[in-house]
């Protein structure tokens, strides 16, 4: 099979086409013909800077991947020799990913892709659902009429956490940047914010008549956390996807903060299965037409996965960037 491979960590130029034998499928695995992944930030990072997974770096990067079933292995009941897959399933800790015309993944961390998307659409939702999933139902659980704040509307996690919460019935409000006005307005947020004309103080007051919002989702982190803290009730629940550097807020205002990492099943062994039990529920949503990817206007390949990343470090990508086999 053709595979994209890195040999060191370094810029795009690191990416090699080669010819790789096809994996052989192992018990409780699957082989899927790969026709779609996309690219997420933690791609780029694997790519380009060393990581605590650096030490077990895989050749073949990318773990969100979108394809059908060319083989069972023993113990997989779930899934069919045919059947049209997506998940979140490797390129990271010793694990080959996506960048290849076939991949090896454990079927515990797969689910049937959603009816209604097409491959490329399929292959945008893993890594950035689970995130809002585990964020939103695990660690906060938004339940109907919360006051729930989400950082980073058009971003990546961001706009399928607008989604997601509210399907809850959670009173969603969103923060976006201007260059992205438009699109922000199609995700169904209740109130929208435009970071950099209103204050925090300015929209809680706003919005929750002063009190703060019951629950924060905080998908851009960095200086931002402190507006999260600033933003959140007393007693309050604040989740973020990147580390803090100072938790004083957190105590001052007996927060509950939750830190996502979507990544522990792939990197620990662990709950495997959550992440297959998340993709079914999220293909459910999205083929009631609850949930939507936006997928950038791009158009590459496996093969252009070198452009692809140049295109996401150019900040000009809207939604997320997808490539096809």
Known sequence: MKAMIIKEIGS???FQLVEKAIPIVKSGH??????????????????????????????????????????????VTDFNVGDEVYGMAGGINGVDGALAEFMLVDARLMAKKPKKLTMKQAAALPLVAITAYEALVGKMNVQTGDMVLIHGAT??????????????????????????????????????????????????????????????????????????????KFNGHVATILPIADPLQIALKSLSFHSILMLIPLCHGINHESHGRILTEIATLVDAGKITPIIDKSDFSIWDVAKAHDHMASGKAVGKITLTA
């Open 12 to 14: 795009t130029d690191v």
């Open 30 to 75: 699957m082989i899927v013909a790969v026709k779609a992944t996309s690219v997420n930030p933690i791609d780029t990072m694997l790519r380009s800077i060393e990581l605590p997974w650096s030490v077990n770096l895989p050749e073949i990067l990318h773990g969100d991947v979108a394809g059908i079933v060319s083989e069972i292995g023993e113990g």
């Open 155 to 232: 971003g990546g996690v961001g706009h399928i956490a607008i989604q997601l919460a509210k399907v809850l019935g959670a009173k969603v409000t969103a923060t976006y940047s201007s260059a992205n006005e438009a699109l922000a307005k199609t995700l169904g947020a209740d109130n929208l914010v435009d970071y950099k004309a209103e204050s925090v103080a300015d929209y809680v007051q706003a919005f929750t008549t002063g009190v703060g919002f019951d629950k924060v989702f905080d998908t851009v982190a960095g200086d931002n956390i402190e507006k999260s803290f600033e933003a959140a």
